[in-house]
């Protein structure tokens, strides 16, 4: 009896500053209603889906940023996504920005199933860019700046959704993606289906050399197959996409079965929904074979993974 669970990657195109989340959230619901019709039982959205990517804008006080955080999930903006969860029988995937009661931030993802429960909740871990106005840099990149490192590692969980007793489904999000340990830890937990958001410039603004265009899709795309082969699981990778403010960040949303292969892909950069049948039993080829963790792999060889930080120049060779 395979298990099929159909998933929807609902592709955001661009967010503008002066934009509020009302905006957003209503392109929200009607990609969920077009997610519905087109068989979704899961619709995923992308990392920071509320309001435009704001680690690209400087506040000297961070206090000011508070603004672009949610201080409830639901809150009175986010509630018509629940509300649509529960009219349009799906769960979802929400990427925004979560202020803690103890005013604490982070880059935060969460499940919802049609009841409103929230089922996981994951914390960006691997941060990129800078906490400091870097004045070499043509954009900033302030994720240092305005959110902590996430503190709940990288949580599966098994739950009903769809029409299935249960799917283990875990999160990451955005340039966690580019790191093969943050795929191991859900792989280890015998993660099913890999939900992550991300906001990725379409140009390179780092100030450390020329990286051509076509290769930020082309290394997001390496790093979702890759995770998903090597962890014999599906993922689906949604994008904010577009011109914000003038800020480009692209598409190419997909979906990838346990094969590594892309079986749905976006061929827009504004709000797109692809659809794709993900059946599970896929999962299980890789995990009793070129995967099956407990037969093949050597912890005792990987000690630098987790007993170092940075790397270190390797012994010289004197002959
Ligand atoms: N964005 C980018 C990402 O990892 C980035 C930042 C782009 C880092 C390209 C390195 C190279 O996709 C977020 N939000 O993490």
């Not at 435009?52 to 809150?75: C, I, K, L, V």
């Not at 840099?137 to 959110?147: D, I, N, T």
């Not at 050399?209 to 390496?222: D, K, T, Y």
Request: glycine letters at 10%; one cysteine or more.
């Amino acid at each position: 009896m395979s298990r099929i669970l159909t998933v929807a990657a609902a592709q955001l195109g661009p967010i503008q500053l002066a934009e509020g989340r009302d905006v957003a959230v209503a392109r929200m619901v009607a990609l969920m209603e077009r997610a519905a019709k087109r068989g979704a039982e899961l619709v995923v959205f992308p990392e920071l889906a509320l309001t435009t990517f704001f680690p690209r804008h400087y506040h000297e006080h961070r206090a000011e940023a508070d603004r672009w955080f949610e201080s409830a999930m639901p809150s009175n903006e986010t509630a018509p996504l629940f509300a649509a969860a529960c009219r349009l029988n799906l769960g979802f995937h929400l990427g925004y920005a979560e202020r803690t009661p103890e005013g604490r931030h982070f880059n935060t993802a969460v499940l919802v199933n049609p009841s409103g429960q929230i089922m996981l909740k994951y914390r960006k871990v691997h941060l990129p860019g800078h906490a400091e106005f870097d004045p070499r840099r043509a954009v900033q990149h302030l994720e240092k700046r305005y959110f902590e490192v996430g503190d709940l590692g990288f949580p599966v969980i098994r739950a009903p959704i769809g029409g299935l007793d249960g799917v283990n489904m875990g999160m990451m999000i955005c340039n966690d993606r580019r790191w093969p340990e943050a795929w191991r830890v859900l792989g280890l937990q015998r993660v099913e289906l890999v939900m992550l958001g991300y906001n990725t410039p379409a140009l390179n603004q780092a100030a450390a050399g020329f990286e051509a265009p076509h290769l930020r899709v082309f290394h997001s795309h390496l790093s979702i197959q890759a995770g998903a082969y090597q962890n014999a699981t599906f993922a689906v990778g949604v994008a904010k996409a577009g011109s914000e403010d003038g800020n480009e960040l692209f598409g190419h949303s997909i979906i990838v079965n346990p094969q590594g292969e892309i079986i749905a892909q976006a061929a827009s950069w504004d709000d797109e929904v692809i659809v794709a049948d993900c059946d599970l039993d896929m999962c299980r080829l890789g995990r009793t074979t070129i995967f099956a963790f407990g037969q093949h792999r050597r912890p005792e060889a990987y000690g630098r993974i987790t007993g170092q930080v940075g790397a270190v120049d390797p012994p010289v060779f004197t002959g």
